[in-house]
């Protein structure tokens, strides 16, 4: 069964630009959440999206955004970057057996400049 | 938010050399699990906690649950080269919500392996 993929691996803006980041959780698995990870914070939780909808969010300002489409690929926006926004972006999914084991993927690294 | 504390936060150790390190925290979880994470990589899955006082392996990794349900530890036994990397333990809080409700991670255990 293959793994959660992440596309860009990587990115690089300048400040006040958007992105999208895409994420394709491993197959049956309809739970995905968006993590950022950063050296001076670690991992911190963004969003969980389930069947479409937003189940649970992080303490993260309204410029992330996300949404899930019915086949479970998920895409993280984040608009408006601010220099601080370069980390890596991880995602992860999890399904029905457990919602609380996640699988992550390889991560999008974003650098702001 | 909550906080996991992770000890320690580095580790230089001889291979072969077996390795422990541990969380703990003041909230009480109902998951515990341990990833390890190399450079550019993401955090990979080694070993899920779903009981309190639950022991479980992975090869030469053993990871327990803590009675209280706020604390877990890892070992590694007889480590080798391609231990090195970062460990994180991560805790899904008893708050009796839905769905992933975001995990809780702590800082992170750097291991270093000397030849």
């Known amino acids: 069964k293959a793994g959660v993929t992440q596309t860009p691996r990587y990115l690089i803006k300048t400040r006040g630009q958007q992105v999208t980041l895409s994420c394709s959780p491993i197959s049956g698995h309809r739970s995905v959440s968006w993590y950022q990870q950063t050296p001076g914070q670690g991992l911190q939780f963004l969003f969980e999206y389930f069947s479409e909808t937003q189940r649970n969010k992080g303490n993260f300002p309204g410029r992330f955004s996300g949404r899930q489409f019915s086949n479970s690929r998920s895409e993280m926006n984040v608009s408006t970057l601010e220099l601080g926004d370069s980390a890596l972006y991880l995602c992860?999914?999890?399904?029905?057996?457990?919602?609380?084991?996640?699988?992550f993927g390889p991560g999008t690294r974003l650098l702001v400049l | 938010g909550q906080q996991l504390n992770q000890s320690p936060q580095s580790m230089f150790i001889q291979e072969g050399e077996d390795v422990s390190m541990n969380c703990t925290s003041s909230s009480i979880f109902n998951t515990w699990l341990w990833y390890k994470q190399d450079p550019g990589e993401g955090p990979v899955l080694l070993i899920a906690?779903?009981?309190?006082?639950e022991l479980t392996s992975n090869g030469r990794l053993t990871a327990q649950f803590g009675i209280t349900r706020k604390d877990s530890f890892l070992n590694i036994s007889a480590s080798i080269p391609s231990d090195v990397g970062i460990y994180f333990c991560a805790g899904q809080l008893d708050n009796s919500g839905g769905g992933a409700d975001g995990l809780t991670f702590g800082k992170g255990t750097h291991l270093i392996i000397q030849p």
């Open positions: 906690l779903y009981k309190a006082g």
């Open positions: 992860a999914s999890s399904g029905s057996g457990n919602w609380f084991t996640q699988y």
